[in-house]
């Protein structure tokens, strides 16, 4: 059984040793770099941010970890692209999401897709309109993933990457 657990001083280590296949590297910012701007995010946000710090979590199989994954909470400006082509008010941006190599191909990835999704949609942060997600155009995998469980893609390209949401409204 899958599940999400907080990454936390007993298993911070484990998580940034968490690698990707060689092909797939390209595809994903490294776990260690997350981990930062999470850090970053907590310590130099807005007063206003202060009740949205980012959601990482470390993903369990059975008790052995297999993966990591990172979202927020957005509340997007008038000129970002969800609010001018959707009218979303409030996202959750879905911005890291790794299965290990040596777990990939099992089913993980989904199983865990799928948890990760129940979890945001019980709102943890508040109600919103969508949940975002990017991906390198070349991963085949990631795009098949994502579609298979509702996101569409928008069209709009960001730092180089497809973006697909998900309506909950």
């Not at 941006?93 to 999704?117: P, S, T």
């Not at 995998?141 to 998900?166: C, N, P």
């Amino acid at each position: 059984m899958i599940e999400l657990r907080k990454v936390d001083r007993d298993n911070w280590d484990d998580v940034i040793k968490l690698k990707v296949a060689k092909h797939q590297e390209n595809f994903v910012a490294s776990n260690i770099y997350t981990l930062a701007e999470a850090y970053i995010e907590l310590t130099d946000s807005e007063p206003e941010d202060a009740d949205y710090p980012p959601m990482i979590f470390a993903i369990y199989k059975d008790d052995v970890l297999v993966g990591f994954t990172a979202m927020e909470q957005d509340e997007p400006d008038e000129d970002e692209y969800v609010y001018e082509t959707f009218g979303d008010k409030a996202v959750y941006n879905f911005f890291r999401f790794m299965i290990d190599e040596q777990f990939q191909g099992k089913g993980y990835g989904r199983e865990a897709m799928v948890k990760i999704l129940e979890y945001l949609k019980s709102f943890p942060q508040g109600e919103v309109d969508a949940i975002v997600l990017s991906y390198e155009p070349e991963n085949d995998v990631a795009r098949k993933l994502y579609e298979s469980l509702g996101f569409v893609e928008t069209g709009h390209i960001e730092d180089g990457e497809m973006v697909a949401r998900l309506g909950l409204r």
